[in-house]
């Protein structure tokens, strides 16, 4: 079974709006990635938060950790029409050698 | 630099073909991985690599196999395909997951077909 689940599967929002997806886990982690993926193209890392950490911020994304819940949240300020994608989160889930993807969010940025 | 290549990006084969996937990195990567992304599924792991000569199952590794002979490539074959290997197959490869900065780097998929 896999360890992330985002939620929603799917959001839809204009231009200039905030986006907040979310990612829950199961198992201790080391620690947890986003990526995002445009239609028909490879994943692109985003963000990368440590299981000790609890907020990081790059550019226009915000991350944040809650390991007592064991769930993590995305959030994209001031949306652009290339934002346009699907995002997945990943953990280790401590194994150290193979990270668990989710079954991702799709977003639609309104022009 | 190129990162990761894919090769080739597109096949569609009968039941029962076999082929071998190519994957190449340029980054040095100790680790490599092969994923398939299917509808509604998310990628799931189907074997990795933690250095050269080595392989290991994932999630999903029945009627797949793999060989690293050299760090940068890391092939997946099927030996005899079936429908249910329709999909979108990706690498990816990354340092030691020990490492701060361990992200994955992907290729651009392969889309195969299945008869």
């Known amino acids: 079974s896999q360890q992330g689940e985002e939620d929603p599967q799917a959001l839809s929002i204009q231009e200039g709006e905030n986006a907040t997806m979310n990612c829950s886990y199961k198992t201790s982690i080391n620690n947890l990635q986003w990526y995002r993926q445009n239609s028909g193209r490879g994943l692109v890392h985003l963000i990368l938060i440590r299981s000790n950490e609890r907020e990081k911020h790059s550019g226009r994304l915000r991350v944040t950790l809650d390991t007592s819940k064991k769930s993590s949240s995305l959030l994209i300020t001031a949306s652009r029409a290339a934002d346009t994608a699907s995002y997945f989160c990943?953990?280790?889930?401590?194994?150290?050698?193979?990270?668990?993807f989710g079954t991702g969010t799709s977003l639609t940025v309104i022009p | 630099n190129a990162g990761v290549t894919q090769t080739p990006k597109f096949r569609v084969l009968k039941t029962g073909q076999s082929m071998t996937l190519l994957c190449a990195q340029d980054m040095n990567h100790e680790y490599m991985y092969w994923y398939r992304q299917d509808p509604g599924m998310g990628l799931r792991l189907i074997h990795y690599?933690?250095?050269?000569?080595?392989?290991a199952k994932g999630e999903v590794p029945d009627g797949y196999n793999v060989s690293r002979l050299k760090k940068q490539n890391f092939l997946l074959g099927l030996e005899s395909a079936a429908p249910s290997q329709t999909s979108v197959y990706f690498c990816?490869?990354?340092?030691?997951?020990?490492?701060?900065?361990?992200?994955?780097?992907f290729g651009p998929g392969t889309r195969l077909t299945v008869l």
């Open positions: 690599s933690v250095g050269e000569g080595t392989t």
């Open positions: 990943a953990t280790d889930a401590n194994t150290g050698n193979q990270f668990y």
């Open positions: 990816a490869s990354s340092y030691h997951l020990a490492r701060a900065d361990n992200e994955q780097f």
